[in-house]
Nanobody, 128 residues
Framework: QVQLVESGGGLVRPGGSLSLSCAAS????????IGWFRQTPGKERAREDREFVAAISYSGDSTYYANTVKGRFTISRDDAKSTAYLHMNNLKPEDTAVYYC????????????????WGQGTQVTVSS
């Protein structure tokens, strides 16, 4: 199975933009749907309780977004680079969280329990 590594997190002011990357090892990346989830710092939650952000099908033809980010975030993938992306615009303080990418060989899903493997996460902080 693939191994995932997120990058691109950081500190950004409200209204700013940030792009996250999810780099995968292995040559089977194109057979996985990819999801982005987030977890608010300081709150202990099971992996299955992570908040859904966005997902893209293995073909890239279908994308799904949480209502809280629709119109502000864009998920994409580049199978030649074995990398998925989350482009975030008009960021708000409530977007502050650790962002995780995850892969699934099953159908594209909004549920964290349907995904595995997971990356280690990257911190996004939105603050003035």
């Amino acid at each position: 199975q693939v191994q995932l590594v997120e990058s691109g997190g950081g500190l950004v002011r409200p209204g700013g933009s940030l792009s996250l990357s999810c780099a995968a090892s292995g040559r089977t990346f194109s057979s996985y749907a990819i999801g982005w989830f987030r977890q608010t710092p300081g709150k202990e939650r099971a992996r299955e309780d992570r908040e859904f952000v966005a997902a893209i099908s293995y073909s890239g033809d279908s994308t799904y977004y949480a209502n809280t980010v629709k119109g502000r975030f864009t998920i994409s993938r580049d199978d030649a680079k074995s990398t998925a992306y989350l482009h975030m615009n008009n960021l708000k303080p409530e977007d502050t969280a650790v962002y995780y990418c995850a892969a699934t060989r099953g159908s594209t899903s909004r549920f964290a329990a349907d995904y595995g493997p997971w990356g280690q996460g990257t911190q996004v902080t939105v603050s003035s």
